[in-house]
């Protein structure tokens, strides 16, 4: 897979990058609080509940971009730059999570922060060296397109985990899994 645009060497730190940055270039949650932080994360834990139950239902004929629009209403993640964000506080510390379609940008998470991100392979940018510690769950396109269902549940189940305080995994059958250090 080709690599894409690099990102911009100096964002501003107060403004979102422009229409024609780098798509990678997204929320500056490092500098801007634009992602809300979920203090109860009781009523996502109920959502969480009622998926499991067949109450709240996510269409995956649409594509990866169909289950995003479900995964943001269930998990009541905000919309910025081509990426989806939420900011919960659970009793192991602030989770911030993104779901993409593309691989993240390290310097848009808080570096105090448990960082997680999550992406299908649409679209693959050269990773940058950052200061922020994050994770990175990278699912192939051809691994969701093979069991969308599948990928909704695993991404499900490792929220639910986190929200209760426990680590966030992912199935290795499903997602590679990448820790990235601070540089």
């Not at 390290?106 to 991100?117: K, T, V």
Request: proline share 3%; hydrophobic share 30%; with cysteine.
């Amino acid at each position: 897979m080709g690599s894409g645009p690099t990102y911009s060497d100096s964002p501003s730190d107060n403004v979102n990058s422009s229409i024609t940055s780098s798509p990678t270039d997204t929320l500056r949650t490092s500098k801007n609080s634009v992602a809300k932080l979920i203090k109860n994360p009781l009523p996502i834990l109920s959502n969480l509940q009622k998926f499991k139950n067949g109450d709240f239902h996510i269409d995956c004929s649409k594509g990866w971009n169909g289950v995003l629009r479900g995964l943001r209403k269930l998990l009541q993640l905000q919309y910025r730059g081509n990426s989806n964000y939420a900011s919960y506080y659970t009793s192991a510390g602030v989770l911030s999570l993104r779901l993409s379609g593309h691989n993240a940008n390290g310097n848009n998470f808080n570096s105090s922060h448990i960082n997680i991100s999550v992406f299908v392979a649409l679209f693959e940018y050269e990773h940058i060296q950052t200061n922020i510690q994050y994770t990175e769950f990278k699912i192939k396109e051809e691994t969701f397109n093979n069991d969308p269902q599948r990928i909704v549940l695993e991404i499900v189940a490792a929220v639910e985990r986190a929200l209760n305080g426990e680590d966030f995994i992912m199935s290795e059958e499903v997602a590679e899994k990448y820790h990235y250090e601070c540089k």
